[in-house]
């Protein structure tokens, strides 16, 4: 079934480790994006990626890092985790044709809590 | 820079009742617009999408009309289903880095 993939599903993580969360998609979209939700905030830009190789930084970037070696994976890495990044984390991407005004499909998102 | 309001709720209906979400965006270009649903415990999924002035998105029962001369795009079903209960969240295209800026969603909840 095409579609973004999202792995854990959940996390309680201690404050000062790493943690990679992961995002695969297989329907060969070049943009890919990461955002947080919190209550009462919406969703929130971490970082995004135009295309293998390219990465950016979005609203909210800081303690995140991104990789894009290839088209499908675009993981997402707390260097140091803090408690306030305890949050929901949502991979998505992007179809190409139309560029910025397409919709966006979604992953179902990693629960992350850090004490 | 470019931004989305919706009314935050919670918004609570009894089943078979009309539903008015209000969404309100400021934009510098002419953005798509996009109402996302999220069930509990869920990702984000498209519910339905305007991409110009005056074009009305429709699905499930819901609708929307994109409303450029008031900066709208109200979502209104008109008869809610307890299965309807979700968080709705507004959203438009044209972030700078190709993002969707979202509103900060509203939740439903439809009681029998």
């Known amino acids: 079934i095409a579609g973004i993939t999202q792995a854990p599903t959940s996390q309680i993580l201690a404050a000062g480790r790493r943690m990679t969360l992961r995002c695969t998609q297989d329907m060969r979209h070049n943009a890919m994006y990461w955002y947080r939700q919190d209550l009462g905030l919406g969703l929130r830009l971490i970082h995004y990626s135009n295309t293998a190789g390219t990465t950016g930084k979005g609203e909210v970037p800081d303690g995140y890092s991104v990789s894009r070696a290839n088209t499908d994976d675009f993981p997402l890495t707390l260097a140091s985790a803090v408690p306030s990044q305890t949050s929901v984390y949502f991979c998505?991407?992007?179809?190409?044709?139309?560029?910025?005004?397409?919709?966006?499909?979604f992953g179902p998102g990693t629960r992350l809590t850090v004490l | 820079g470019d931004s989305v309001t919706q009314m935050e709720g919670p918004v609570t209906l009894s089943e078979e009742a009309f539903l008015t979400i209000n969404c309100t965006y400021t934009?510098?270009?002419?953005?798509?617009l996009f109402w996302y649903v999220q069930y509990p415990g869920e990702g984000l999924q498209l519910l339905l999408k305007?991409?110009?002035?005056?074009d009305k998105g429709s699905n499930k029962g819901f609708e929307a009309t994109y409303r450029k001369e008031t900066t709208s795009f109200h979502l209104e079903k008109g008869s809610v289903q307890v299965s309807d209960s979700a968080v709705y969240f507004c959203?438009?295209?044209?972030?700078?880095?190709?993002?969707?800026?979202f509103g900060k969603g509203t939740k439903l909840s439809v009681k029998p």
């Open positions: 998505a991407s992007r179809p190409d044709g139309g560029g910025a005004y397409n919709e966006q499909f």
């Open positions: 959203a438009l295209s044209g972030g700078s880095q190709g993002n969707l800026i």
């Open positions: 305007a991409t110009k002035a005056d």
């Open positions: 934009a510098t270009g002419y953005p798509s």
